[in-house]
C-alpha cells in the first residue's frame, strides 16, 4: 500500500519544477483532484490558473491584489500552458482532456502533466513528477476509494470527533455524544470492518448514528468490558483493535492517534493510515515475522512477505526493486 498526503504532493511539486518550462502563462487543473494540483503550482510558480472548462472556455481566475502585480504579463501570441492532473493510471481521464483541448483549438502550447503516475513515462502525458505504483491512496480521496473495502476503520477520531473528557466521565454526556456526535470523515463505499473501543453495550446507539449518517459495513466490532471507556486501558484498546485487524484478511487499518497506530501495527504486522499526521506508519521487520502464522490464506502470506521486504530495505529501495524488476 502506497500514500500520498497534500504536504506530499506538495513536495513532489517543489522538488520537480526544475523539469518545467520557466515561461509558463498559465496552469490548468483537471476536476476535481487536480485542481488541488494546480492550485499549489500556481502559488509555488506565480502563475495564473483555471480549471479545464474555464480555460476551454477562454476565462482565467483572478489572482488576488498580493499577487496581480508579480505575475508574468502574457504578451501578444499562443500561451505556453500546463495542463495538470494528481495522477494518472490508465490514461482514460487525460485522453478525455487531450481530445476536448485539442478539440476547442484554442492555439496554445500545451504540456499535459500528472504529479502521480504507475510509470516514469505514459503515452498520455508528457511529464509524470513521480512514480507511485498500485495500490496507492491519496489524502484527498481515502475515503471513497475501493480500499476501504479491505479495510478496518475506527470510530472516535475517525468517522467523528473524539469524545472530550467530560463526555467520557459523565454517564449521560455520553450518551448524548453518542447519539449527536459530529461527522468527520465520510467513507462513500462500504467499510471491510468497524473495530472501536466503543463498549459492547452501546451497541444500539452506535448502530443507529452510523445508519443517520450512511456508513455502511460489514461488520462492528466493539469492545466487549465492563468498565467505561474513560476506564479502559489504552493498551488493552490497542491490542483489542491490533489483534482483530491481524486475524482478518484487512490490508489497512486507519485510525486517528499517532502512538495508537505505532503500537497497532506492531501488534498486527500490518500497516495503519494515521490521520493525525496523515502518514502511513509500517510494521518493523519482527512484527511482519510475527504475524507472519497468522497468514492463513495465500494472499494475505503474500502480502506479510512484501511488508517484511518493505521493512528490511526501506520503501524507497524496496520501490527501486521493484521498478527494476518490471524493466528486465
Known amino acids: 500500500m502506497h500514500y500520498r498526503s497534500i504536504t ?8 520537480n519544477m526544475y523539469r518545467l518550462p520557466r515561461d509558463l502563462d498559465l496552469v490548468v487543473g483537471v476536476p476535481r483532484s487536480g485542481l488541488l494540483a494546480a492550485n499549489l503550482f500556481a502559488l509555488i510558480a506565480n502563475v495564473r490558473m483555471a480549471d479545464l472548462d474555464s480555460y476551454l472556455e477562454g476565462r482565467v481566475y483572478s ?24 495522477s494518472i493510471s490508465t490514461g482514460s481521464a487525460m485522453q478525455t482532456v487531450r481530445q476536448r483541448v485539442q478539440a476547442a483549438a484554442l492555439g496554445d502550447e500545451v504540456i499535459f502533466a500528472a504529479v502521480y503516475g504507475t510509470a516514469r513515462d505514459h503515452p498520455q502525458t508528457d511529464i509524470v513528477l513521480e512514480v507511485v505504483p498500485q495500490p496507492r491512496v491519496f ?13 478496518c476503520l475506527d470510530i472516535d477520531g475517525v ?6 473528557e467530560h463526555e467520557n466521565e459523565d454517564a449521560a454526556a455520553y450518551l448524548q455524544f453518542l447519539t449527536e ?27 443507529a448514528w452510523l445508519a443517520a449518517i450512511g456508513v455502511k459495513y460489514n461488520e462492528l466490532i466493539m469492545l466487549d468490558m465492563t468498565s467505561t471507556p474513560a476506564q479502559a486501558q489504552p493498551a488493552a484498546c490497542e491490542r483489542f483493535k491490533a489483534e482483530h485487524y491481524r486475524k482478518r484478511p484487512f490490508e489497512l487499518f486507519i485510525g486517528s492517534g499517532h502512538a495508537q497506530a505505532r503500537m497497532i501495527a506492531q501488534l498486527s504486522g500490518k500497516p495503519v493510515l494515521c490521520l493525525e499526521t496523515h502518514r502511513l506508519i509500517e510494521p518493523s521487520a519482527a ?42
Open 181 to 207: 456526535a459530529r461527522p468527520l470523515y465520510a467513507p462513500t463505499r462500504p467499510v471491510g470492518a468497524l473495530v472501536t473501543s466503543r463498549l459492547e453495550k452501546y451497541r444500539a446507539q452506535t448502530e
Open 63 to 86: 489572482a488576488g491584489t498580493t499577487k496581480t502585480h508579480s505575475l508574468r504579463t502574457v504578451g501578444a501570441g499562443p500561451r505556453k500552458v500546463l495542463i495538470l492532473d494528481d
Open 8 to 15: 506530499d504532493m506538495n513536495a513532489a511539486i517543489v522538488n
Open 287 to 328: 512484527a511482519v515475522l510475527a504475524s507472519l502464522p497468522s497468514a492463513f490464506s495465500l494472499r494475505q502470506g503474500g502480502g506479510a512477505l512484501k511488508r517484511l521486504a518493505r521493512s528490511v530495505l526501506g520503501r524507497g529501495r524496496y520501490e527501486a526493486l521493484k521498478e527494476w524488476r518490471s524493466v528486465r
Open 159 to 164: 468517522l467523528c470527533h473524539d469524545p472530550a
Open 139 to 151: 489524502q484527498w480521496n481515502f475515503m471513497h476509494h475501493v480500499t476501504l473495502e479491505r479495510a
